[in-house]
Structures are given as structure tokens and as C-alpha cells.
């Protein structure tokens, strides 16, 4: 059986992943014709390696009726714009538009709000005095909250384009050629287009003024533009909600969760504890489809072109070649050294923003004493092996007032 067919929601899913990553750094998928690779350092020489591509899986709409035929084909043109689906010449002008836009100095005032922002939410929920919805309740408040600065648009803006951007990704996972979630995505595709449209014509953030420079681009255009938009939206709040869920349950089930009462936690700290935490929740277990474009010898194994791979971001992470005690959850020195964002061409712009969306809610745990508890057996995580989801999490959020 085929990694890619356990269900991943109950059991210890890490450390299967792990056995697998020392079994075997390559594995065949025979029904789902791809090849899985699951090893740290065989990924890291993949992603950086141009042989393999990224790009939408070749369709035929011949077989299609004429009347949906259109409506698949629309679709798909526009998914091929995405950064993620796309490559080359493309590919590059996107991301020169993208990494400035999302570099670590362009964001720094959006950034700094993160911190007050937890500051105020946090406590808020710990004077409650019952169990808390920890996705409904803070993560996607934290989530609409950095998106609608980082847009500067008001909730139900920010509201359309969050709900078109989930139809669209239910057309990418739903079955093939669903034609009621195409219909549906083919709306969501026009919300997309309308709203990236205002985004980009009175820039009101310097991300809105990249958006509007992939407009004008004579290269781009308005569809890229929108594509990047719809890329944006779901590439936030999908594996954020993930993550900033498992920042809660990693550190409790490793017994490192407390708090020794208001104090400033030093950023080393802070950001080892984050990178623990995206190396272990890794939301993109596997990477997305990569088109080997000529034959790459990886030793005992052969990648032939016109074969297509995943590469196993997760086993990567939890390698015990690369990862000393690669299944237990320890902040150190090397927990940075995660595939969680990919590497080369492709790797998440997003990865500094959702790094530092975790290094301020811990910050502000610590400053404020806050101490968030799951309450036992109120985790759900869905059966997927390719995407990681948490669907549901109660918690307790207690204070220290750290008086004597
Ligand atoms: C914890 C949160 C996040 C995780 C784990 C994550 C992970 C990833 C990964 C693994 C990729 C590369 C996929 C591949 O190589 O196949 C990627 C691509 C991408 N991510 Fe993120 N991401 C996160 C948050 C964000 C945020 C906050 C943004 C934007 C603000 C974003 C925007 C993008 C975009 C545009 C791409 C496509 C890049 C390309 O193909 O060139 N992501 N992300």
C-alpha cells in the first residue's frame, strides 16, 4: 500500500513517515503513477535541481461535452497562472514581482501589529473561564486580521475573496471535472478577477502596488495578477491554520507548554520554538507535482523524463539521517534546517510572514503569561496524506499573573 493511501488523522502519522523516510529514500506509487521521494537531502538536491518542473498536469478536454468543455478549460488556464503550477520565464518575473513585495523589510510595520494584535486576543479568551475554539475563536481572526492588512481591505472584502479562494481550492482537490465545483470555481474565478481588480487600482499596501505592477507588466497582465491574488489567499490560510493549531499542541504533548508568568521570551528562543513547530506540522507533506523534463541519476534510483514526482516535505522534515531524534519534538540548533517552505525556485514568499505570524503569537504567550491547554481528545485532523488539516481543536487559555 501506497503512503499516500493511510489515513493520516489517527495513529502516530509522524512516525510512519519517518520509518518510510529510513525504509527507502524513493518509493514508487504505482496506481497514482508517481514517484515519492522521501529523503532530507535527495529533496533538497530535487528542488534545486532543473530537470524537474513545476506545471499543471497535461489535460485533454476532447473527451469532455461540449458544454463543460469551456468551463474546465477557462479553469485551468487560470490555475496554470498560479506560481505554484507555472515555470520558466513566467514563473520568475511572478516571483521578482512577489519576493519584494513580501521580503521581511517591505512587511516590517504589518509585522509589528502581530504582536498587539495576540496581546489583546489572547487574554480576552483566558477571562472566558471555558473551553475555547481555538480555529474559530483565534487562529482565523489572527489569520482575516494579518490578511486585511496585508490587502488593507475591510472584512467583507476580505470575506469574498477568502470564500472564492475556497472554492477554487475545492475544485483543485474535488474530483476531476466536477462540473458543479467547476461552476462554482468559474464564479469564484470572477470574484477574483473583480476584487484584484480594486486591489490593484488605487494600491492602498506596497503588496497591493506588486499586485498592481503584475497588472501593468506588459509580460503579466490582469489574470496573473488575480492568479497571484487567489494564490495568496489560499497559500495563507490553509497551512497557517495548521500551523499556529499545532503551535498549541506540540510543545504540550512534548511537556514543554507553560508559562513562568509575564516575561519576555528572548527571539532565539522564540524562533527555535517556531521552527520546531513548522519542522513537526509540516502542512504540504508532499510537495506539488514536479515534471521530470530528462532522465536524473539519484544512484540505486533513476528518475526518466516524463515521469512526475512528489517530494515528501514532511518525512523530510522528521529524517533521522538529517534530524538527530528526528521524531521528538525539541527546539535546537538545527530545527531550521525544515523543508516546510520548499527551497529554490519555488520556495513559499510567504514563508517570513508565516514564520513571523508564530514568532508573535509566542511572544505574546510570553509576555502576557498566557498558557493555551487542549482539551484532551478535542483534536480532529483529517485523513489526507498530501495536505495536513486540523479541523477542530478546544482549548483552555490560562493566565499567570506572575505576582508572588
Ligand atoms: C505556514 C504557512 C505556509 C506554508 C507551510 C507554506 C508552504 C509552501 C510550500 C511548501 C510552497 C512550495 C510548494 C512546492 O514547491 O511545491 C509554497 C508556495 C507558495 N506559497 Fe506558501 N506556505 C505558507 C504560507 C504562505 C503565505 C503566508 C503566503 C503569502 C502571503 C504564501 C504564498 C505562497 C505562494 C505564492 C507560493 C508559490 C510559490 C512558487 O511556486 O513560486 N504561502 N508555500
Same mark, same amino acid.
Given at each position: 500500500?501506497?503512503?499516500?493511501? %493511510?489515513?493520516?488523522?489517527?495513529?502516530?502519522? &509522524?512516525?510512519?513517515?519517518?520509518?518510510?523516510?529510513?525504509?527507502?529514500?524513493?518509493?514508487?506509487?504505482? *496506481?497514482?503513477?508517481?514517484?515519492?521521494?522521501?529523503?532530507?537531502?535527495?529533496?533538497?538536491?530535487?528542488?534545486?535541481?532543473?530537470?524537474?518542473?513545476?506545471? &499543471?498536469?497535461?489535460?485533454?478536454?476532447?473527451?469532455?461535452?461540449?458544454?463543460?468543455?469551456?468551463?474546465? +478549460?477557462?479553469?485551468?488556464?487560470?490555475?496554470?497562472?498560479?506560481?505554484?503550477?507555472?515555470?520558466?520565464?513566467?514563473?520568475?518575473?511572478?516571483?521578482?514581482?512577489?519576493?519584494?513585495?513580501? #521580503?521581511?523589510?517591505?512587511?516590517?510595520?504589518?509585522? #509589528?501589529?502581530?504582536?498587539?494584535?495576540?496581546?489583546?486576543?489572547?487574554?480576552?479568551?483566558?477571562?472566558?473561564?471555558?473551553?475555547?475554539?481555538?480555529?474559530?475563536?483565534?487562529?482565523?481572526?489572527?489569520?482575516?486580521?494579518?490578511?486585511?492588512?496585508?490587502?488593507?481591505?475591510?472584512?467583507?472584502?476580505?470575506?469574498?475573496?477568502? #470564500?472564492?479562494?475556497?472554492?477554487?481550492?475545492?475544485?483543485?482537490?474535488?474530483?476531476?471535472?466536477?462540473?458543479?465545483?467547476?461552476?462554482?470555481?468559474?464564479?469564484?474565478? $470572477?470574484?477574483?478577477?473583480? =476584487?484584484?481588480?480594486?486591489?490593484?487600482?488605487?494600491?492602498? /499596501?506596497?503588496?497591493?502596488?506588486?499586485?498592481?505592477?503584475?497588472?501593468?507588466?506588459? =509580460?503579466?497582465?490582469?489574470?496573473?495578477?488575480?492568479?497571484?491574488?487567489?494564490?495568496?489567499?489560499?497559500?495563507?490560510?490553509?497551512?497557517?491554520?495548521?500551523?499556529?493549531?499545532?503551535?498549541?499542541?506540540?510543545?504540550?504533548?512534548?511537556?514543554?507548554?507553560?508559562?513562568?508568568?509575564?516575561?519576555?521570551?528572548?527571539?532565539?528562543?522564540?524562533?527555535?520554538?517556531? @521552527?520546531?513547530?513548522?519542522?513537526?506540522?509540516?502542512?504540504?507533506?508532499?510537495?506539488?507535482?514536479?515534471?521530470?523534463?530528462?532522465?536524473?541519476?539519484?544512484?540505486?534510483?533513476?528518475?526518466?523524463?516524463?515521469?512526475?514526482?512528489?517530494?515528501?516535505?514532511?518525512?523530510?522534515?522528521?529524517?533521522?539521517?538529517?534530524?538527530?531524534?528526528?521524531?521528538?519534538?525539541?527546539?535546537?540548533? @538545527?530545527? +531550521?534546517?525544515?523543508?516546510?517552505?520548499?527551497?529554490?525556485?519555488?520556495?513559499?514568499?510567504?514563508?517570513?510572514?508565516?514564520?513571523?505570524?508564530? $514568532? %508573535?503569537?509566542?511572544?505574546?504567550?510570553?509576555?502576557?503569561?498566557? /498558557?493555551?491547554?487542549?482539551?484532551?481528545?478535542?483534536?480532529?485532523?483529517?485523513?489526507?496524506?498530501?495536505?495536513?488539516?486540523? /479541523?477542530?481543536?478546544?482549548?483552555?487559555?490560562?493566565? *499567570?499573573?506572575?505576582?508572588?
Amino acid at each position: 500500500m501506497s503512503i499516500l493511501d %493511510q489515513d493520516f488523522s489517527t495513529g502516530n502519522f &509522524r512516525a510512519l513517515l519517518g520509518e518510510a523516510a529510513q525504509a527507502a529514500p524513493v518509493h514508487i506509487d504505482h *496506481e497514482r503513477r508517481r514517484v515519492l521521494i522521501l529523503e532530507h537531502d535527495l529533496i533538497r538536491r530535487m528542488l534545486l535541481d532543473r530537470r524537474l518542473v513545476n506545471g &499543471r498536469d497535461r489535460t485533454s478536454f476532447d473527451e469532455l461535452p461540449a458544454g463543460t468543455r469551456d468551463l474546465h +478549460n477557462t479553469l485551468d488556464r487560470f490555475l496554470s497562472l498560479w506560481p505554484v503550477f507555472s515555470d520558466g520565464p513566467y514563473h520568475q518575473r511572478m516571483r521578482a514581482h512577489l519576493n519584494s513585495a513580501l #521580503s521581511a523589510h517591505r512587511l516590517k510595520e504589518l509585522i #509589528s501589529a502581530l504582536g498587539p494584535y495576540c496581546e489583546q486576543a489572547l487574554p480576552r479568551l483566558g477571562e472566558r473561564g471555558t473551553a475555547v475554539d481555538w480555529l474559530g475563536e483565534f487562529v482565523r481572526p489572527y489569520i482575516e486580521h494579518t490578511l486585511s492588512l496585508l490587502f488593507a481591505v475591510d472584512r467583507d472584502r476580505l470575506g469574498r475573496l477568502m #470564500s472564492a479562494g475556497s472554492a477554487i481550492i475545492e475544485y483543485i482537490t474535488g474530483a476531476r471535472f466536477d462540473d458543479e465545483l467547476g461552476r462554482r470555481a468559474r464564479l469564484a474565478l $470572477d470574484v477574483l478577477i473583480e =476584487e484584484a481588480g480594486h486591489l490593484t487600482a488605487g494600491p492602498a /499596501t506596497g503588496f497591493c502596488r506588486a499586485l498592481a505592477a503584475i497588472a501593468e507588466d506588459p =509580460e503579466l497582465g490582469p489574470e496573473p495578477a488575480a492568479a497571484a491574488v487567489a494564490q495568496i489567499i489560499t497559500g495563507t490560510l490553509d497551512p497557517t491554520m495548521t500551523v499556529l493549531t499545532e503551535a498549541v499542541v506540540l510543545p504540550f504533548e512534548a511537556g514543554l507548554a507553560g508559562s513562568p508568568g509575564p516575561s519576555a521570551a528572548p527571539p532565539d528562543t522564540v524562533r527555535r520554538e517556531t @521552527d520546531e513547530v513548522l519542522r513537526h506540522a509540516c502542512p504540504f507533506r508532499f510537495s506539488s507535482v514536479r515534471h521530470v523534463t530528462a532522465d536524473v541519476d539519484l544512484g540505486a534510483h533513476r528518475l526518466v523524463a516524463g515521469q512526475k514526482v512528489l517530494l515528501g516535505f514532511a518525512a523530510a522534515n522528521l529524517d533521522a539521517r538529517t534530524f538527530h531524534g528526528g521524531l521528538t519534538f525539541r527546539p535546537g540548533a @538545527d530545527s +531550521n534546517r525544515h523543508l516546510t517552505f520548499g527551497m529554490g525556485p519555488h520556495r513559499c514568499p510567504g514563508a517570513g510572514l508565516a514564520t513571523a505570524m508564530l $514568532d %508573535q503569537l509566542f511572544g505574546a504567550m510570553a509576555t502576557t503569561g498566557v /498558557t493555551v491547554i487542549p482539551v484532551d481528545g478535542s483534536l480532529v485532523r483529517s485523513r489526507d496524506a498530501i495536505f495536513s488539516r486540523v /479541523t477542530a481543536l478546544k482549548v483552555r487559555v490560562l493566565r *499567570e499573573t506572575g505576582e508572588k
